[in-house]
């Protein structure tokens, strides 16, 4: 088929199941794709970090004339987006609040251990209904300050704006873009009137800690506040419900490695680690160009979007040995499965930790199990890749 309609074909639902043969046929005509919408695709594994790291390549959607509201951090430049994703960090993570993460590890454990008693010999379970779904709800829930049990009122909102953030092209956007607005200023109004109900009255979350802070100058405005607790909410659990249930689903389709790390149990690490690689939650990222730029030779004009396509460098036979094979053990796995450069993936070390103990407590259930259905039914979503249900039978 022709090179110009790869996109189209990767992001069509009829290949969701196994996109790679696509990847492959994408390497071997770039590494810089044109499409037949004007746009680029890149799926080599040098040429996309070396885009993720430069300074001319924007993320903020505006810079081809889009009229947007102010994008959260995620889709921003330097140096608003540092502004804004330093002062989100102050209560998350290093330097502000080292422990913050870290101390979360006896909290998730115990969450994994309550989840597990639903594990039973001979029942059949969704894994992601009943457990890689769950699990980072809550802790991001814990994290921010957000109750449990307002759950079916903001996975709506994610949905919504999961789907308006997909790369879907040929096809009229309107309808997602509108839902996915709508679902934005809901949410952002929710979380801010969860934020002013801890104003001088705070507890041990993200929200209270930013409409607390004492220094004027390191206060988040009230939009920025919204814009960012809804990206912080729908990224704390949706990429990393996608790396369980992606993960649970490349074990038992290699159960000599699933026996392996069930044996050995102190590798669980480095195969979280190939796992982000080989089966990675996010599948491609866009960019546009502030000016004309060179890529391997080819000239992409100023405001062109450029999608790279991350799931595919991570496949890159150029970078990695044997890429098409998972290998638990791989050495030297410098993955884009948390992205690069300024906008390396802000909950990376929760991701971990999260996938590590929900992994750690499933294998040894996984021994005797089997699939009901191979290949699941996946997500809508080409960006966000991962089953929308992996039924198991215990």
């Known amino acids: 088929m022709d090179s110009d309609t790869l996109l189209a074909r990767i992001t069509d639902y009829v290949n969701r199941p196994n996109p790679y043969p696509l990847y492959v046929e994408l390497r071997e005509a770039g590494p810089v794709v044109r499409q037949a919408d004007g746009s ?27 009229t947007t509201h102010n994008p959260p951090f995620l ?92 790369v879907r092209p040929e096809e009229d956007s309107t309808e997602r873009d509108r839902a996915g607005d709508q679902a934005r200023i809901e949410m952002g109004r929710y979380l801010v009137d969860l934020a002013e109900q801890r104003r001088g009255h705070p507890g041990d979350d993200l929200l209270s800690a930013f409409v607390n802070e004492p220094e004027p100058a390191l206060r988040l405005t009230q939009e920025e506040l919204a814009e960012t607790a809804v990206l912080l909410l729908i990224a704390g659990h949706e990429t990393t419900v996608n790396l369980i249930t992606n993960g649970v689903l490349t074990l038992l389709r290699h159960p000599e490695h699933l026996d392996h790390l069930r044996r050995e149990p102190d590798l669980l690490p480095r195969a979280v680690e190939e796992l982000l690689r080989y089966e990675p939650p996010v599948h491609m990222r866009e960019r546009i160009p502030r000016a004309d730029i060179d890529v391997a030779g080819t000239t992409i004009s100023q405001g062109t979007s450029v999608v790279l396509a991350l799931a595919s460098g991570n496949r890159d036979p150029m970078r990695f040995h044997e890429p098409d094979r998972f290998d638990p053990t791989r050495p030297d796995n410098e993955h884009l499965g948390f992205g690069s450069g300024i906008h390396l993936c802000y909950g990376a070390p929760l991701a971990r930790i999260e996938a590590q103990a929900a992994l750690g407590a499933l294998i040894p259930h996984l021994g005797t199990a089997r699939l009901v259905e191979d290949p699941p039914p996946y997500r809508q979503s080409a960006m966000l890749r991962g089953p929308r249900h992996l039924p198991v039978q215990l």
């Open 40 to 66: 680029y695709l890149i799926g080599t594994y040098h040429e996309i970090a070396a885009l993720l790291h430069d300074p001319r390549m924007s993320a903020d959607p505006r810079t081809r004339g889009e």
């Open 75 to 166: 889709r921003l430049d330097d140096p608003e987006h540092h502004r804004l994703r330093t002062l989100a960090m102050r209560p998350f993570g290093p330097p502000h609040s080292p422990g913050r993460v870290d101390a979360m590890r006896g909290e998730i454990a115990q969450l994994t251990k309550e989840l597990m008693e639903r594990f039973q010999t001979g029942r059949q379970i969704d894994i992601v209904d009943d457990f890689a779904y769950p699990l980072p709800v809550t802790v991001i829930c814990r994290l921010l300050g957000v109750p449990r049990e307002d759950e079916p009122l903001f996975r709506e909102w994610s949905d919504a704006l999961v789907a308006s953030a997909d």
